[in-house]
Antibody, heavy 113, light 112 residues
Framework: QVQLKESGPGLVQPSRTLSLTCTVS????????VSWVRQPPGKGLEWIAA???????DYNSALKSRLSISRDTSKSQVLLKMNSLQTEDTAMYFC???????WGQGVMVTVSS | DVVLTQTPVAQPVTLGDQASISCRSS???????????LEWYLQKPGQSPQLLIY???NRFSGVPDRFIGSGSGSDFTLKISRVEPEDLGVYYC?????????FGAGTKLELK
């Protein structure tokens, strides 16, 4: 069945780079794209980035300069990198299949020294 | 970027009542291909969002028919008839017509 699982460090220091991995199963990354969405504690959902099935990418306009999304189809993984982390980047980070019918459970990232 | 404005911020309800949530877009959500990519999600506490409605009015697999999406252009509504306990949580509208995708700020459906 379709599954997505996020992984990454729970704690990152300010100004450092965050690397998150979304490992998928039950579908191919060349058939479906994957998006990343985040949610700060107690707040709403914020769309961050997506990589389409063909490999093209889209980014949140406000975060674009700090983001990079890529994929490794052989490993069924989508990678998200965000640099120059700030405390405001503390959030639950979700990945979802591009049709948003399937989501991972999320990974909590705390930015703190 | 497209801004989605949801009202109300919170909707107190009695179980069995109807609830209605509005989502207005800063621009038309009609895609050049004729489709309107406006979706609705429910997020329950401690859970990932779950897709309820896609392309304005299509219920996702397994979604009860008491959830009804409607609207066109830049004005959309989600109605929930006969609210049940499992319907409580935060509802988000979402658009994927224009890049980048964007979410509304959410509407909390809660008990009176």
């Amino acid at each position: 069945q379709v599954q997505l699982k996020e992984s990454g460090p729970g704690l990152v220091q300010p100004s450092r780079t965050l690397s998150l991995t979304c490992t998928v199963s039950g579908f191919s990354l060349t058939s479906y794209g994957v998006s990343w969405v985040r949610q700060p504690p107690g707040k709403g959902l914020e769309w961050i980035a997506a990589i389409w099935s063909g490999g093209s990418t889209d980014y949140n306009s406000a975060l674009k300069s700090r983001l990079s999304i890529s994929r490794d189809t052989s490993k069924s993984q989508v990678l998200l990198k965000m640099n120059s982390l700030q405390t405001e980047d503390t959030a639950m980070y979700f990945c979802a299949r591009r049709d948003y019918a399937y989501w991972g459970q999320g990974v909590m990232v705390t930015v703190s020294s | 970027d497209v801004v989605l404005t949801q009202t109300p911020v919170a909707q107190p309800v009695t179980l069995g009542d109807q609830a209605s949530i509005s989502c207005r877009s800063s621009q038309s959500l009609v895609h050049s291909n004729g489709n309107t990519y406006l979706e609705w999600y429910l997020q329950k506490p401690g859970q990932s969002p779950q897709l309820l409605i896609y392309k304005v009015s299509n219920r996702f697999s397994g979604v009860p028919d008491r959830f009804i999406g409607s609207g066109s252009g830049s004005d959309f509504t989600l109605k929930i008839s006969r609210v049940e306990p499992e319907d409580l949580g935060v509802y988000y509208c979402f658009q994927a017509t224009h890049d980048p995708d964007t979410f509304g700020a959410g509407t909390k459906l809660e008990l009176k």
